[in-house]
Every structure is written in structure tokens, then in C-alpha cells.
């Protein structure tokens, strides 16, 4: 079946400081990948996300590469900001099981 | 424009009792779900639909109902609630639940069941 493996968190960074948050995957067929972020007391938005092999998704300075000969979609950002506080989720969907699969979140704390 | 709606925010339920959360979008969307979260779990699908008049159990369906009302309102039920159910619940909605498909999320319903 489908699975999602995130990095653990939590993660603490200083502003400014390189973002980094590993997902890989395991999916029958050729899935799309999602990043979600998910803010104190909200519900999940969607962040970035790529449908095929090799495609960039970025938003808001963040960036992640759909890496199907490794099966990873790593979230990357260069310089991140005290508002980037929030939950990530690495997500994937198969068409035939018409359902978003998630990763257990990583928590990223940014300090000023 | 209000997206995902869902009620109510907060419920607190002793073991056994019932209730519905209710769920509504205004987007037009063919596709619905009800996912639950909890902690380093990520969310799990407990119910989905993939257009009107059709509903589909998902990872976690023991314990729950569900009713497609109509295209906007997708509600879902626990008959007799047990201490396991306390979760967040989150709705969500997408335009016809294919693979590059963005779901949109509610802002969730926070359960304790004691």
C-alpha cells in the first residue's frame, strides 16, 4: 500500500536559518506530492505541490523536487521566518485510491 | 467566499452519547472527506465521497456513519462514542478527487470523549 515517512520533529531554527524536511515515499503507479502546513488552530492548507517526475513545486520561498529514483519530495527553504512556525505534511495521492495519504508531520519552531 | 465550514469548533461527549458534525463547502466541489488527527499519526481517511449519492470507507470507517446530504454537505456520525473517537476531526473538499487534485481543509472540530 501507500506510505509516507517524514523526518521526525520537532525542528528549532533561528530566523534565517537553511530549512531542510526529508519525505520520501512508497506508492504504486506514479503518485502526486503534496506539501500541507497546518498553523496554530487551523485546519491544513496547501503549501506546494508537483504531479509528475522531476516538477518543482514552490510557494512562498519554499521548494520541494518529486525525486521518483529516490521517491523523496524534501521541502526546502533558504531563509526561514518566525511566521513559518507550523506543522508540515508531506502528503502523496494515487488515483486509484482516490485519498490522500500523510506523513505523521514535522513541527518546525523558528526563533527570532 | 467561506471555503470549508465546519461545527461545531469544540464538543466534549460521555462514553455512549451520539452526534453529528456537520461540514458544508462553497466551492462547487464533487468531493468530500472526513479525516481524524492525532498526535504523530498525521490524519487518516475515515470516510469519503467522491460525488453526490456516493459514499466509501476509508482507512478508519469502524465506529462512524456518514451522509452525502447534497453537493455542499457532507456530515458525518459516532452512534456511541468511545474514549478512542477523541481526536480532531477535519473535513475537506475537492473538485473531483483526482490524483494532481488540491483538497481544501476546514478549520476542525476538536472531540473529547470521556
Known amino acids: 500500500g501507500n506510505s509516507v515517512t517524514q523526518m521526525e520533529g520537532p525542528v528549532t531554527l533561528s530566523e534565517e536559518a537553511f530549512l531542510t524536511i526529508n519525505c520520501t515515499y512508497t506508492?504504486?503507479?506514479?503518485?502526486?506530492l503534496f506539501w500541507y502546513v497546518q498553523y496554530p488552530g487551523e485546519g491544513l492548507q496547501l503549501l506546494l505541490k508537483?504531479?509528475?517526475?522531476?516538477d518543482k513545486g514552490s510557494n512562498k520561498g519554499f521548494e520541494a523536487t518529486y525525486r521518483k529514483e529516490t521517491t523523496s519530495f524534501h521541502l526546502e527553504k533558504g531563509s526561514v521566518q518566525v511566521s513559518d512556525s507550523a506543522v508540515y505534511f508531506c502528503?502523496?495521492?494515487?488515483?486509484?485510491?482516490?485519498?490522500?495519504?500523510f506523513g505523521s508531520g514535522t513541527q518546525l519552531t523558528v526563533l527570532p | 467566499n467561506a471555503g470549508v465550514t465546519q461545527t461545531p469548533k469544540f464538543q466534549v461527549l460521555k462514553t455512549g452519547q451520539s452526534m453529528t458534525l456537520q461540514c458544508a463547502q462553497d466551492?462547487?466541489?464533487?468531493?468530500m472527506y472526513w479525516y481524524r488527527q492525532d498526535p504523530g499519526m498525521g490524519l487518516r481517511l475515515i470516510y469519503y465521497s467522491a460525488s453526490e449519492g456516493t459514499t466509501d470507507k476509508g482507512e478508519v470507517p469502524n465506529g462512524y456513519n456518514v451522509s452525502r446530504l447534497n453537493k455542499r454537505e457532507f456530515s458525518l456520525r459516532l452512534e456511541s462514542a468511545a474514549p478512542s473517537q477523541t481526536s480532531v476531526y477535519f473535513c475537506a473538499s475537492s473538485e473531483d478527487g483526482g490524483a494532481g487534485d488540491t483538497q481544501y481543509f476546514g478549520p476542525g472540530t476538536r472531540l473529547t470523549v470521556l
Open positions: 506508492a504504486t503507479g506514479y503518485p502526486s
Open positions: 508537483a504531479t509528475k517526475a522531476d
Open positions: 466551492m462547487n466541489h464533487n468531493s
Open positions: 502528503a502523496l495521492h494515487s488515483g486509484s485510491a482516490r485519498q490522500l495519504t
